[in-house]
């Protein structure tokens, strides 16, 4: 069995190849919203049938590659089942396949194929990042550019996994706000009390700080270490009965 997991990779892009990447992924996103809007009007949302509505007139208005068009389409149709209401797409990412990215293990550098052609970026990768990659042929990845201007390259690769069999003795938990814990058992633990505490703690607090005076934020301080401590034992009970819960029905299907 395996599991597809992401792989999360820098790149090492030199000044001039920054703005090549930039021009892709404003060609990207204006191609997915082109498409949204023909898929929107046509309400047309098979990938097949939406490909032989807008191939053609997307790859004379953008310029992008044809990989790069089929791609922006399966975006489109993939935000839309995702998604109830499908936003404007931002000029932040693109989608790769085969045909338009390699990874070389040798060398630990990638080969993305942008407007201007095939461009080739080393990683600057660690050991945890390598020891995933290792004998593996990615087939999708996305390339991301980040707030602060950074490239990265998100590797979608296959990862060999223990079959699970089915035992009787696991116990799932959901943890929530409502219900702090509830177990796949039916057992539950309410919330209510700890929210009122909280919501008690913050009028008091609201209170002090009005004061601004040193003894208000020795209170403060003091009121802190106070609400702390009781969500610490109330999540410390609640997780001894979890254990406890644990013990019975392991005893009880043994």
Known sequence: MTQPISVKCKLIVLPNFSGEIDRTMEGFADACNQILEVAKR??????????HLVYKPIRVATGLKANHVCQAIRRVIGNAKAVKQIHKFRPTSVSLDVRTFVYKEETQSVGVTLMCGRVEFKLSIGGYQIALLRDQTPTSATLNK?????????????????????????????????????????????????????????QVRANVQSKRTRSSRRLL?????????????????????????????????A
């Open 221 to 253: 301080r003091r009121l802190s270490l106070r609400e702390r401590r009781f969500q610490e034992w109330l999540n410390h009970n609640i997780s001894k009965q979890l254990v406890q819960e644990s013990n019975r029905r392991v005893r009880f299907v």
């Open 146 to 202: 980040t707030k602060c201007g950074d490239y990265f390259i998100n590797f979608v690769v296959d990862i060999p996994t223990q079959p699970t069999g089915k035992t009787p003795k696991v116990i799932g938990v959901d943890l929530g706000r409502r219900d702090i814990a509830t177990t796949s058992t039916g057992e539950s633990w309410s919330g209510k009390q700890i929210q009122s505490v909280r919501d008690c703690y913050s």
């Open 42 to 51: 046509e309400n047309c949302w098979n990938t097949t049938k939406l490909h």
